[in-house]
């Protein structure tokens, strides 16, 4: 895996959303890393990333693909960050946080959740007597 990995990840339509324009989508999906985007004029444009979560994917799909590898180089001593990108309701909180940061059903944890117990599982069963120091941080800058 390269120094960064850049992956677009894509909600449900909101119910006010699918009431105030349809399910009509101007998403389409090629792959698991290439979508195509048709604009208000039919005019379509593909984009490609390291990876494309669409409707469907579950918060464990991003979380094994994202962070999984970023807390296995934790454990060894390796920085890592995730940075989350859009606009308002577009579902960054959700993705990192899930419903509800400290309280929810497994299948929703979001990434943070699932970050701080892999970290916590891997030192504990870490056959290593190194000591560990554990720091963690997450910032959020907005403008309305």
């Known amino acids: 895996m390269s120094n960064i990995t850049v992956c677009v990840r894509f909600r449900p339509l909101s119910s006010k959303e699918r009431r105030d324009h349809g399910d009509g989508i101007c998403i389409r999906s090629l792959?698991?890393?290439?979508?195509?985007?048709?604009?208000?004029?039919?005019?379509?444009?593909?984009?490609?990333?390291?990876?494309?979560?669409?409707?469907?994917?579950?918060?464990?799909?991003?979380?094994?693909?994202?962070?999984?590898?970023?807390?296995?180089?934790?454990?060894?001593?390796?920085?890592?960050t995730i940075i989350t990108y859009g606009q308002t309701g577009a579902g960054k909180t959700y993705s990192m946080e899930g419903p509800s940061i400290l309280e929810c059903v497994e299948q929703k944890k979001g990434l943070l959740p699932r970050v701080v117990d892999e970290i916590f599982k891997n030192i504990k069963f870490s056959e290593d007597t190194s000591k560990y120091m554990v720091r963690l941080s997450m910032r959020s800058i907005w403008r309305k």
């Open 31 to 80: 792959d698991a890393e290439t979508f195509t985007f048709k604009d208000e004029k039919q005019e379509e444009y593909t984009f490609s990333f390291d990876r494309v979560f669409y409707e469907g994917s579950e918060q464990a799909d991003v979380y094994e693909f994202l962070a999984l590898p970023i807390v296995r180089d934790a454990v060894n001593g390796i920085n890592g």
